[in-house]
């Protein structure tokens, strides 16, 4: 595994398609919708890959009172570096990797609770987006926005490539989608705008 990459949270619960994970306070860009993550499976020298695909704070009573007291800005500031905030991060699977193959598939079991989440270092998102058989794994799950989940993917994915290789990994990207959306022109079209947009 890379060295120096960030750890997200913990997980609270899980499955093998997906699984939610509790953590203090966001960092800047940490948790991020579409940023690839990594947990460690049950299994030793496996990893469970997945996608970040909603960030939750929750409900709090002491932040509803704070609030109707309008506090000076220094305090609220405080409040939010220093207190422990509930933030639930919800990951979809899109595979694992045993030893040196990964695999873009549901792992036969999920992380196990408390362990720690890590989003992927650049090197990582690489090896992983190598291939693209992870979208149907995202278009086949009607409970997340899978359309966006797959443009802010790629766009990490392309991020992750040297300048010079990102509009030929996304050209592919985008032949990979029109054939498996090939039946829903409109959807298809949505989709290849995303990625048009996409800083290159």
Known sequence: MADGVIPVGRVLRASNRGFVV????????????????RAEGRAPETTIYGLIYDVVVQDDLFVRRFIIADPPEEVVRDQRENRQVPIEVSVL??????????FHAIPPQPPVTMDTLYQCSPEEVMAFTQRFDYFRLVLSRPEVPADDLLAASLQVAAVARPAQEREDFLVEAGR????????????????????RSVDR
């Open 22 to 37: 509790g953590c203090r306070v966001m960092q800047p860009d940490i948790p991020a919708f579409g940023s690839f993550v």
């Open 93 to 102: 699977t899109v595979g694992y990797r045993e030893s040196d193959h990964i």
């Open 176 to 195: 990979e989608l029109a054939r498996l959306l090939a039946g829903d022109l409109l959807r298809l079209d949505g989709l290849l705008k995303r990625l």
